[in-house]
């Protein structure tokens, strides 16, 4: 790049991409938790029960919806994934990371209280930790990746080269 088009970093670049990566990483490995530890049938049947559904239609529901759980959670452990590449500076593991965790920020309201009932019932605090630092932390993170973009106008917290005189 070149000219006045040429994107150089800011203070907050470099620290902008270490906390995505790191807070990447440990929600990838959150996620792999919560996905394939406590996503579980008797977790799931308990929330179902929780919830209002008969033990029948509780054993019969868990399945599928255990099965949709981790779909999901592959996904967003994919996305966290590539989260961790923020170290490499790409404009589009950028794109990824916001994405990411916007989306799963949006866990801290729609995940029923009667999942997180459930988990801490079968596997107390270690059963709502997961998603309480994945869900929560993709809040914080989401924002911060939001208000830079914000502020600077360009992915990574990068500023736009002075024009040469």
């Known amino acids: 790049m070149g000219g006045s088009g040429a994107l150089v970093p800011s203070r907050w670049t470099r620290p902008l991409q270490l906390v995505t990566a790191w807070c990447s990483l440990v929600f990838a490995i959150g996620t792999a938790v919560q996905t394939f530890v406590v996503i579980d049938l008797p977790m799931l049947e308990l929330a179902q029960r929780l919830a209002g559904a008969s033990r029948p239609e509780a054993a019969q529901a868990a399945p599928g919806l255990r099965d949709t759980l981790r779909a999901v959670g592959i996904v967003y452990l994919a996305g966290n994934a590539v989260g961790v590449l923020a170290v490499r500076g790409y404009a589009w593991v950028y794109w990824v990371a916001l994405v990411v965790n916007l989306t799963q920020a949006t866990g801290v309201v729609l995940v029923p209280t009667e999942v997180l009932r459930a988990s801490a019932a079968e596997l107390g605090v270690a059963g709502v930790l997961p998603t309480l630092v994945t869900d929560g932390g993709a809040v914080l993170?989401?924002?911060?990746?939001?208000?830079?973009?914000?502020?600077?106008r360009t992915p990574w917290a990068r500023r736009r080269a002075a024009a040469p005189a």
């Open 141 to 152: 993170l989401g924002l911060a990746l939001l208000g830079f973009l914000l502020r600077f």
